[in-house]
């Protein structure tokens, strides 16, 4: 007599999918979803680059209060000296740094805002807007991020002198009116962050294509726009180049207004510092005031899907 396995017999109401349900393993793991917690490692390495970071600007601390005798010595300071004020307002005379600062602001104030504005434009036209030749104008733009900058100072140069802005302002302001890059991030964020429905549902009830911009668009991108502008405005406010080229030592940016104090044959390197840090406190300000915007656009954006 043969005797055979029993088979099992599915209940009777019962699905065949739910069976396979309770076999199969599930896809994901207990705890998921749970807030990782960092361990002793994760924190000492976070500690580590934590002072690292901070270690140079605690360094032209130091070194803009004290002597150029002082920092120069086969054992430099390491704790902040008395000579920092007096330090500042020795460079702060010696470079005008009044008027560069102003001029700084200006110029890194209007480069930030129509870099927003002008990003923000093309890249919800190239996410969402269907036209001819879309693609071969965002690869266009692409690729003049691979073009060095250096290639475009002289005609730069020659055009800004055509139009009688050598030496002023604008010859600095407009030719970064609009950046490759911030095209290129507002179109890769607003593909995801912004859905077609929402967009469809706006034209539906009459919106035309500004009150689209001004009323989804901008909320939309306002994380992006966040960490955009503070990449900008970095980059504006530390720009040497071409203001280097474009502007004279009567009307500088502060950039160029500190290359004076390194100018000379045996520059002060305290006074160098210490016009360093004033070029860095304006930063910090901006950083302490719109830091936890920027930090909350950053997490916006990371976790939309």
């Not at 007599?1 to 393993?25: F, Y």
């Not at 008395?82 to 602001?105: C, E, M, T, Y």
């Not at 969402?128 to 030749?133: A, L, S, V």
Request: hydrophobic share 50%.
């Amino acid at each position: 007599m043969t005797m055979t396995s029993p088979t099992t017999v599915p209940e009777i109401g019962v699905p065949q999918s739910a069976h396979r349900a309770t076999r199969s393993p599930s896809r994901f793991k207990p705890g998921a979803g749970k807030q990782l917690q960092g361990g002793p490692f994760a924190y000492i390495a976070l500690a580590v680059v934590g002072i690292g970071s901070l270690l140079p600007l605690y360094w032209t601390l130091v070194a803009a209060s004290h002597t150029q005798d002082e920092v120069l010595a086969s054992t430099p300071p390491f704790l902040p000296g008395g000579r920092l004020f007096h330090n500042l307002d020795a460079a702060w005379n010696q470079a005008h740094l009044g008027k560069a600062i102003v001029n700084s602001v200006i110029v890194s104030s209007c480069i930030t805002v129509a870099t927003l504005f002008f990003c923000t434009l093309a890249g919800y036209a190239f996410a969402k807007m269907r036209f001819t030749g879309r693609n071969g104008l965002m690869a266009g733009v692409i690729a003049t991020l691979t073009i060095p900058p250096q290639l475009s100072v002289v005609p730069l140069f020659m055009m800004m002198s055509d139009l009688g802005w050598g030496g002023n302002l604008e010859s600095v302001i407009f030719p970064t009116l609009v950046s490759a890059f911030g095209v290129f991030f507002m179109r890769q964020y607003l593909s995801e962050a912004l859905p077609y429905e929402l967009i469809e549902a706006a034209k539906i009830d009459g919106a035309n294509n500004f009150r689209i911009v001004l009323s989804i668009v901008l909320p939309v991108a306002r994380p992006a726009m966040m960490v955009l502008g503070m990449l900008t405005f970095v980059q504006a406010w530390n720009d040497f180049f071409w203001p280097y080229l474009a502007l004279n030592q009567q009307n500088p940016t502060l950039q160029v207004a500190l290359g004076q104090l390194s100018a000379s044959y045996t520059p002060d390197q305290s006074i160098v510092m210490a016009g360093a840090l004033i070029s860095t406190l304006p930063l910090l300000v901006v950083f302490v005031i719109f830091g936890k915007r920027i930090v909350g656009g950053i997490m916006s954006g990371a976790v939309k899907g």
